[in-house]
């Protein structure tokens, strides 16, 4: 199951990288230069030729880029969530954003479904007992109606003596 949900979730983050997790909103314009800029970025990072960026637009690439790497080694978020303090007019802000959004939102659901699976575990148990429950009381019930009959047949026989 966690390897189904890493080949969806890798290319998830590769394309929300690669296109700034821009809204369809934006007018083209801006779109085109977040886009360009973006592809400059990647490049930037793809070649790991920072020289080009300025200083400030360097370490918050190298910033993004160690929060990715450390994300996608051992889904620790915290690098990431560094960059948005740090650079909150960056352009790598809404990409981090986007990834931190959505790795939050894939940890709640696996969160989620491992509660569900304890109360579906709690509830197997509990159905398992019921059973062995019920079974008991059936076999409990067996004993009363043959010691019911044996009653009957004693009463039987005592009005028979009677008599």
Known sequence: MMTAITRWFSPLLVYLVLTGCSLPVLSMSAR???ELSAQEIDQSIESRDLE????SEREETELFANGLDQYIESRDLTILKLLPQQ?????WRTRAEGIINI??????QQQQQQQQQT??????????HSQREKEFLFQDNIILEVTLER??????DMELRVE
């Open 151 to 156: 009653l009957k047949q004693v009463l039987i």
């Open 32 to 34: 085109e230069e977040s």
């Open 103 to 108: 790795a939050e939102q894939h940890q709640q």
């Open 52 to 55: 080009t960026l300025n200083t």
């Open 87 to 91: 650079y909150p007019q960056g352009k």
């Open 119 to 128: 109360q579906l575990e709690k509830t197997d148990k509990e159905l398992v």
